[in-house]
């Protein structure tokens, strides 16, 4: 028996990570709703679109926003 359980599947981060900073470049704030519009235009993943669209509606600061989403902040 190994200690190699099989890890929860965590979607790639990665594109959410580059439309956030492309979302935020020279904008502090930004909306649930810009971030989901972008994000389908963009075609990110299933899995990531459902976490977006779960945020509650407001303006989010890219910190919040990677947070909230599971991205990360360069």
Do not use: C, N, S
């Not at 470049?25 to 977006?52: F, K, M, S």
């Amino acid at each position: 028996m190994t200690d190699d359980a099989p890890a929860t599947e965590q979607p790639e981060t990665r594109p959410l990570d580059e439309l956030l900073d492309e979302i935020y470049h020279g904008q502090e704030r930004v909306t649930q709703a810009d971030i989901y519009r972008r994000a389908v235009a963009a075609e990110l993943p299933a899995e990531l679109l459902a976490r977006i669209a779960a945020l509650p509606q407001g303006e989010y600061a890219v910190d919040e926003a990677a947070e909230l989403l599971g991205g990360t902040v360069a």
